[in-house]
């Protein structure tokens, strides 16, 4: 299919395709999934009699994403990059791929429903779960409630893996373990909580027989893929010699720590890099809260200073010091001393990452539904914080607070400009600031999204944040940002 590809710099597996079954259903089938699972999967079935296929669905796509796929063999190359080198590689383990809104929900319901799958993975984003901020199935999710009036036609991804199990329940098939991908905390358990309250609510006995028969591992995940764009695919189809539709560029790291909880079979993952472990969430804090919580300062704050890309942020020195002092000084502090892990090293490690300069990651793509990442990447750990020395009441971690300030003056920004925010409470962060122009600060910390009962009722926490938030006002995001590393030197 990719006639030109060097064959010499190409990593590739060599198992048989055409012994591949299609034993993982994998739903969003965007950038990330491809250059990570299916890489793992991929370099597993190395070592499988039967290799492990994946079929990927996307709900919220249209395209002719089956045929495009498949006369380019369900093949892709990526190109893993770091900051001096890069490799060609081939991914042969998908067996194909659809757009319900092309081949519509019974032909998904169908894949879901193939007695030998296994696996059904998900990289959905975070706000594809439906979950409320308490982390139950959030009722007044327009999609949940399409989904319990219709149960048998669902449009979530919640409602279509229920009415999968449901299916195959009633077929007398195994059940498969719903495996989440997503940057949210303990992602398997709040998988399984939204998937049992919402069969709950269309059937008891469903209910029951899924707790029982289905499994939920939570997985930490990790490796940097930017959203592909024309200049990514001009690069792609020098390196292969022709086009590739699926064709992605990534870091060159990658790490994935999986809960060992799957009650149909799982490919041998631990054989190439994956780590099985008993208790997942001291990992997937470390890593929400050291790596993404700091592209998420990257994203507002180098957003206001200007960077379209997060290695442009690292090449402020600057923010670059004040993003290690969030990582190491206050993130670090904030995690469970479970964790057998050189903290400090891995921030190093994350400043490296992020200096790549040959991964043109944007911070507007990481800005992306903030209203959603905040609470676990920021709340979580300045509520933690508060209990943990040197921080205090009287002392809170300041450059998180600085990055929430950040995060309002950009929602503050684009509504100001008209320009569309992406995040899926757009709405209400736009209705809260229409009815309070002259106060924007105050409006938004009224979005009880992002800012809960235990922040809202300490003072000091919302007196920095407001005071921040003038700061950046008044004197502009640059005087702020040497305000703000001189106020860190001075409670030293
Ligand atoms: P993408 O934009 O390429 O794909 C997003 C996928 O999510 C698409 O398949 C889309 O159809 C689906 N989706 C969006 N909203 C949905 C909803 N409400 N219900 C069901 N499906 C929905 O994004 P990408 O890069 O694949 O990232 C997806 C997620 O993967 C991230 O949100 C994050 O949780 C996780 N992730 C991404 C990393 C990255 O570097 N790109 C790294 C680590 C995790
Ligand atoms: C990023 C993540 O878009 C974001 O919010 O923080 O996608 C990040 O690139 C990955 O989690 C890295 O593993």
Known sequence: MFPNIDPISLEQTHYARDALVTKIVHIGFGAFHRAHQAVYTDLANENEDRPWGIYGINLFRAGALTEQFAAQDNLMVLLEKSSTSMQKRLIRTFTGAMNIQDKGIDAALAKLCEPQVAIVSLTITEKGYCLSPEGQLDTTNKLIINDLANPHHPISAIGIITAALQERKAKNLPAFSVMSCDNIPENGHKTRQAVLDYAALIDSELAKWIESNASFPSTMVDRIVPAMDETGQRELELAVGSRDEFGLISEAFKQWVIEDSFCNGRPQWESVGAVMANNVLPYEEMKL????????????????????????????PLLKALTLQLMVNEQATSLSAELDTDLVGYAHTLITRFSNPNIQHQTAQIAMDGSQKLPPRVIDSILTLLQRPPYSDANPPKILLFLLAGWMHFVQQKYRDQETLVDPAADQLNALLSANLDNPCAALLQFKGVF????????????HVTRFYQDIEQHGIRAALESLAFLLRKSK
């Open 289 to 316: 809260r050291m790596l993404n919580g700091s592209h998420s300062f990257l994203a507002y704050i180098g957003a206001l200073c200007g960077y379209q890309y997060i290695y442009q942020c690292m090449e402020d």
């Open 452 to 463: 809960n009962k235990p922040f809202l009722s300490n003072s000091t926490l919302t007196e």
